[in-house]
């Protein structure tokens, strides 16, 4: 027999409408919470790396700007993702500690190299374009904080995926060692980009709870299908080619058929042997070192405010 909590919870889930932080919640719900929300926060951090790489060398003043905003807005999407994460109870310090001792996930993505100027073009196409399409439906995700984050981080991703198409398409209008570049680059993103949606569907151990609970509304491969199927008219735009010679529109199946995607890669990143994890790590590390003295100044400055009401 449920109790009143377990049938008010899941009266809210059944009627679509939304988890909120004082409200009771299932321990499991909560620690699933946790766990997604604090992965894709850390990935907007760690997701800082590959492009801040090429701040410096951008090649004109306007794409450094751009750059800079578009690295700030990522800095912007990991705060609103821990704080949407400490209202479930866990401390931004504890988060933190997990991800500097290796005991947190975060997207796979982020640990390839950025040796060219076409990958800004491509990360902003394809990663964020990916991003896009896992996160929108997380606007309804049913825990508030988190849907309500996703809104705010959607509208700005939509504009990531813009300014990186835009990167592309000149590059592709360019001379031919542009558009080689833009091509190369391309080729390199593309399979890690539908790796972000995660383990096939047969293989992702959360999904089907999750989407009982209505935080993810769609599955892994459905959502990595949709993404294939926004990609191709738009790679036609660019004139790139997608490197995948299997990829072809099934009438039968109204979806693309695609060639098996290298798991293997995927598993070899996630356990951290990817090719640039260690290097993604120890930055990491390195900023929070550096950043000690704004937290020891910030605590002594909310110290002295402290001090001074209390007078
Ligand atoms: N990388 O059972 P499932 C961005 C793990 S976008 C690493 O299917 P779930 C924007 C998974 O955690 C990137 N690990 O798991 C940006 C689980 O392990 P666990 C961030 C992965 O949670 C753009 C195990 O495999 N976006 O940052 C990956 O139901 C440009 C089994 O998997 C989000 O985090 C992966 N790709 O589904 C920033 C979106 N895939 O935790 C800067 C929110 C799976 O049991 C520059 N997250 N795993 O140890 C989600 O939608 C889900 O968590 C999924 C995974 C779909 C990622």
Redesign the pocket.
């Known amino acids: 027999e449920p109790s009143a909590e377990e049938r008010r919870f899941a009266e809210i889930i059944e009627a679509d409408s939304r988890i909120e932080p004082r409200d009771w919640m299932p321990e499991a719900y909560r620690k ?1 919470l946790i ?3 604090s ?2 926060a850390h ?2 951090i ?3 790396q ?2 801040s790489n090429w701040i410096t060398r951008a090649p004109s003043l306007k794409r450094k700007a751009i750059l800079i905003a ?2 700030q807005d ?1 800095a912007g ?1 990991g705060l609103y993702l821990y704080s949407a994460a400490q209202t479930l109870g866990i401390g931004r310090e504890e988060m933190n500690e997990q991800l500097l001792a290796g005991k947190a ?6 640990n390839y190299h950025t040796p060219s100027w076409a990958d800004m073009g491509a ?2 196409w394809l ?2 374009g ?2 896009i399409c ?2 929108v439906p ?1 606007c309804r995700a049913s825990y508030g904080p988190y849907g309500r984050a996703m809104v705010r ?1 959607c509208k700005e ?1 939509s504009f ?1 995926q813009r300014q990186g198409f835009e990167i592309l398409l000149e590059l592709m209008q360019g001379t031919p060692a542009q558009r080689e570049m833009a091509q190369d680059s391309v080729n390199r993103w593309y399979w890690p980009s539908l ?5 096939p ?1 047969d ?5 089907a709870q ?1 989407m009982a609970w209505k ?2 509304r769609f599955s ?1 491969d459905e ?1 990595r299908q949709r993404f294939v199927g926004m990609l191709v008219p738009q790679a036609e735009a660019l004139g790139v080619t997608l490197p995948d010679p299997e990829l072809k529109w099934n009438e039968e199946k109204q979806a693309y058929d695609m060639s098996e995607i290298d798991w293997t890669e ?1 598993q070899e ?2 356990a951290g042997r990817g090719p640039a994890n260690a290097e993604r790590m120890r930055r990491r590390r390195e900023a929070h070192e550096d950043g000690a003295w704004v937290r020891e100044a910030a605590a002594a400055y909310a110290r002295t405010q402290a001090e001074r009401k209390a007078v």
């Open positions: 699933t766990r997604q929300i992965q894709h990935s907007e760690i997701g800082m590959p492009e578009k690295v990522e999407h996930r975060y997207s796979s993505i982020f990360i902003g990663v964020d990916a991003a896992n996160q997380l981080i991703e990531h790796m972000m949606f995660g383990p569907d293989e992702s151990p959360n999904s999750s935080i993810k892994n959502l995927f990143v996630l």
